[in-house]
């Protein structure tokens, strides 16, 4: 399966645009990239995936380089609120999509 | 609303003893999956199950079991021989498919007495 390295940690100032990156090297054809967050002592919520298009919803943007080896999750006005750990996973081909992996993620601090 | 509700929220084994953690969703998903998280780490997937009576391990699964009877429902059993057991379960569910995002309950905490 392929692994995610994320870094540890990343600040953010409050209306600002909050870029998270992960490399994903090893990533096979087929395989999405999903973003997930999760505020303390929550469950983790779904942010936004991609196969090799980049995509926004209405929480963010993710832009996928053309090799796929990264991604870069944006949030593109900060807030308070978005402080959390965010995850990028890369999920299995059908015949094993439950084994996903999730490192240990980056924890975004956004400051005011 | 639909969504995935995971009881008790939180919960105290005593040595040597059984606990079953409770997992369901309302969401009409197929797959549904069991993560533990420990302090400041991410998650491991401890089972995962696709289709209702079916289920596989995933990268943790020693000293767990589970059930998968019905489609709504996977309950998580932490044994005794789980012998680390103090963790932040997570339960989620999905569409199967590489193509298809989780949804995550709001978790259950386990600690030892």
């Known amino acids: 399966d392929a692994k995610t390295t994320q870094p540890p940690s990343m600040d953010c100032a409050e209306g600002r645009a909050a870029n998270l990156p992960c490399n994903h090297s090893?990533?096979?054809?087929?395989?999405?990239v999903y973003w997930y967050r999760q505020i303390h002592s929550q469950g983790p919520q779904y942010i936004i995936h991609?196969?090799?298009n980049n995509e926004t919803n209405e929480m963010a943007s993710l832009i996928i380089t053309e090799d796929r080896k990264s991604s870069t999750l944006i949030l593109p006005h900060a807030t308070l609120r978005d402080t959390a750990v965010y995850y990028c996973?890369?999920?299995?081909?059908?015949?094993?999509?439950?084994?996903?992996?999730f490192g240990d993620g980056t924890t975004l601090t956004v400051k005011p | 609303d639909g969504g995935i509700t995971q009881s008790p929220k939180y919960l105290f084994r005593k040595e040597g003893q059984n606990v079953t953690l409770s997992c369901e969703q309302n969401?009409?998903?197929?797959?549904m999956y069991w993560y533990r998280q420990d302090p400041g780490q991410g998650l491991r997937l401890i089972y995962y199950s696709q289709i209702v009576n079916d289920f596989q391990k995933g990268d943790i699964a020693e000293g767990y079991s589970v059930s998968r009877e019905k489609k709504e429902s996977f309950p998580l059993t932490v044994t005794s021989a789980q012998k680390n057991p103090t963790a932040f379960y997570l339960c989620a569910s999905g569409r199967d498919g590489s193509n298809q995002p989780q949804h995550f309950g709001d978790g259950t905490r386990l600690s030892i007495l």
């Open positions: 996973i890369v999920r299995p081909t059908n015949t094993n999509a439950g084994k996903s992996t």
């Open positions: 969401l009409n998903h197929d797959a």
């Open positions: 090893t990533i096979s054809g087929n395989e999405y």
């Open positions: 991609g196969l090799k």
